[in-house]
C-alpha cells in the first residue's frame, strides 16, 4: 500500500501499524482509540527519558 510516494515512509508507518495492532491484541484493548490514547500516554512518559540516557550532554546544556 503507497500512503505516501515514498517507500521508506510508507514501510515505517506500515510497520507502526503492525506493531500497534499486535500490542492491541495482545493487551486485549478492544477500543482503538483508547487504546492509542494509552499508548501515546505511556510513550510520553518513556521516550524522554530514553533520550535523556542516549544525549545527556545535548539535553541538559538546554
Known sequence: ????????LDASIQ??????????????WVDRR???YGEISDLQRVVPALLIDLWPATLRAA
Open 1 to 8: 500500500m503507497r500512503l505516501t510516494g515514498f517507500d521508506v
Open 34 to 36: 483508547k487504546a492509542t
Open 15 to 28: 510497520a507502526t501499524n503492525r506493531w500497534f495492532n499486535e500490542l492491541t491484541q495482545e493487551l486485549n
